[in-house]
């Protein structure tokens, strides 16, 4: 700085008051430092060129020198902030080169207006863009620093604060989102309550209060849903307490086997039968109560359905229900017996091929075998218990199709004493087997078929006239021969002095 430049400045400070060589304090109160006095009369110290860059590189993100026609004389970036990178390629370009689109009127309109002495205060955003690959919005203040025209741009980054509106509209828009969803199971509730013909009621465990009734389970209680809405469930019934009566269906929903409890409505004082489901819901468990008036039940029920019940609960042969996939979700007394096991529950939703000895195998031939045909009967395999024991049993599959939930039922029966008490078969069948297998390799497929089909005939033929006692007639009437014929092939297979 020439002598003479500086001369003159400190003449004008001191004219305007920003120093006294003589004095160290002042009546207004305002405190002076070697002489100089500052911020008096809304007047600033005089600032060192080196002093000032730091504090406009600091006093925003960003400041930028442009001249009246918008050419880059400067950047200076806020170290601090370090999302901008460098930017020293700036500098001799035109400010418009690194603005979007949107953004160049915005700065044209402030440039015209600072050249014209009409300036607003106001700042403005703009939004930079270099060469395509980032773009950062930033609010701007322009200030004239120079007689040249010279304007300082001090810019903020608004990318922050963009990214934190982006991130509340989306925050917006999910419950906008959750709203009309919410909204629409709401109505699919309410439509569901008002169309069923079925009387329900929803109760909190907790307040033991009641939450929903359709107007079906209103009519059985005798009242509006506007009186029922909101009351203690239990002051519906008749000599019943909340925490009893809440215990209760507590205990009835998890259950298995439990039959619904009955009831009396204390306006109506009509019997009532009650069946409740547990669920829980945002963290609260609620019951599901389905109500039915005692009296309209059917009273005597059906005796097939009976028979059929005592028969799985008390039949000696193990009955089990599986779904098409063979994975077990009821099974009888008679199964738990045969296979060890202590509770229906520790079978339900496990797979039968556990519990077959050949797995999978036994599986696959039952399930595929009923699917097809309907039924399978008799199917020969052995049952492992839970300890590893196995049974030999007999098995038959009935596939039931005519529901919307397909299931097959499966018939088990011990046969391990059946065997034991069984008569030894013929050792001619046994010896005709083994011919027909050394005939494998010696002989061609037809005659191997037809000595196989001849020791089959002969095997059928043995069988039918043991189980006859010899009686020729009964034998000829199973095998479905006439007497000539069951004569010849006796003579044929040398049976005919067979006693």
């Known amino acids: 700085m020439r002598s003479e430049d500086f001369q003159s400045r400190r003449s004008a400070a001191r004219e305007i008051g920003l120093t006294d060589d003589n004095a160290a304090s002042h009546g207004d109160g305002k405190v002076s430092t070697r002489g100089t006095r500052y911020w008096n009369s809304g007047s600033i110290p005089l600032i060192g060129p080196d002093v000032l860059g730091d504090i406009i590189a600091t006093a925003g993100d960003i400041g930028i020198v442009i001249s009246d026609v918008g050419q880059v004389l400067s950047v200076l970036v806020n170290p601090t902030h370090p999302h901008f990178g460098n930017l020293s390629h700036w500098v001799g370009n035109d400010i418009r080169d690194f603005l979007t689109v949107e953004s160049v009127p915005k700065l044209e309109a402030q440039l015209t207006a600072f050249s014209s002495g ?189 028979n059929l019940n005592g028969l799985y609960q008390e039949g000696v042969d193990a009955i089990v229900f599986t779904d098409r996939d063979g994975v077990i979700q009821a099974a009888n007394e008679a199964f738990l017996n045969l296979a060890d096991v202590a509770h229906v529950t520790l079978v339900r939703g496990k797979s039968l091929a556990d519990y077959l000895a050949r797995g999978s195998i036994d599986s696959k031939v039952l399930i595929e075998n009923a699917t097809r045909a309907g039924h399978m009967s008799l199917y020969a395999t052995k049952l492992s218990s839970e300890f590893g024991a196995e049974t030999a049993v007999e098995i038959s599959a009935t596939y039931l199709n005519d529901r919307a939930n397909p299931a097959l039922v499966f018939v088990i029966r011990d046969a391990s004493r059946v065997d034991a008490v069984r008569r030894p078969g013929v050792s001619v069948s046994d010896d005709g087997m083994r011919n027909v297998m050394e005939l494998v390799g010696s002989a061609t497929l037809k005659d191997i078929v037809s000595d196989t089909t001849d020791v089959v005939e002969k095997m059928c033929i043995e069988t039918a006239v043991e189980l006859t006692r010899n009686n020729r007639v009964a034998a000829a009437e199973m095998l479905g021969l006439s007497r000539q014929s069951l004569y010849v092939k006796l003579r044929k297979y040398g049976l005919l002095s067979k006693d």
């Open 118 to 306: 009409t300036a607003p205060a106001r700042g403005m955003e703009l939004n930079h863009s270099d060469s395509g690959d980032w773009e950062f919005p930033v609010r701007y203040t322009l200030h004239q620093i120079g007689p040249d025209g010279a304007l300082l741009m001090l810019g903020r980054d608004l990318r922050p604060i963009a990214e934190m509106q982006q991130q509340l509209v989306r925050a917006q828009m999910a419950l906008e989102r959750d709203y009309e969803a919410q909204r629409e199971f709401d109505t699919r509730f309410r439509v569901l309550m008002d169309s069923i013909p079925d009387p329900v009621v929803f109760v909190s465990m907790e307040t033991g209060k009641i939450t929903d009734i359709n107007a079906p389970a209103c009519a059985l209680l005798g009242g509006k849903p506007s009186d029922l809405g909101n009351n203690a469930f239990a002051q519906e019934f008749e000599t019943r307490k909340k925490g009893e009566l809440i215990d209760t269906l507590a205990s009835l929903a998890l259950s298995d086997t439990a039959k619904p409890i009955e009831v009396t409505s204390r306006r109506t004082r009509k019997p009532l039968l009650m069946s409740p489901v547990m669920f829980r819901a945002a963290g609260e468990r609620f019951l599901l109560c389905r109500l039915e008036n005692a009296d309209e039940a059917e009273q005597t029920p059906d005796a097939l359905t009976e």
